[in-house]
Nanobody, 121 residues
């Protein structure tokens, strides 16, 4: 089992920045693939970014968002810059215990509770 707890969401104006954090416990953190997904109202949950030995991003956020991790703190981060109103969503942290590089929801067995990000225009 992997437990995930997100933090760092909030309200920000367009063009601003936020950093999300996700603390993991229950498995050896360095062996996990960690990812961020987001879900806007009335829409499906979409992949945002992932990290294992490499990073991978959705086209919609590449160049604006950066995913990173601190193995010593068992924490993954999502630095979000140049935020747009269309980035408004609940952001979820996810983990894959098999270390795969996946960009789809069904590939991840473990999920956090989500944190709201709202970008005003």
């Amino acid at each position: 089992q992997v437990q995930l707890v997100e933090s760092g969401g909030g309200l920000v104006q367009a063009g601003g920045s936020l950093r999300l954090a996700c603390a993991a416990s229950g498995r050896t953190f360095s062996t996990l693939t960690m990812a961020w997904f987001r879900q806007a109202p009335g829409k499906e949950r979409d992949f945002v970014a992932g990290i294992r030995w490499t990073t991978f991003y959705a086209d919609s956020v590449r160049g604006r968002f950066t995913i990173s991790k601190d193995n010593a703190k068992n924490t993954v981060y999502l630095q979000m810059n140049s935020l747009k109103p269309e980035d408004t969503a609940v952001y979820y942290c996810a983990a894959d215990a098999y270390g795969r590089l996946l960009d789809y929801e069904n590939g991840y067995a473990y999920w956090g509770q989500g944190t709201q990000v709202t970008v005003s225009s």
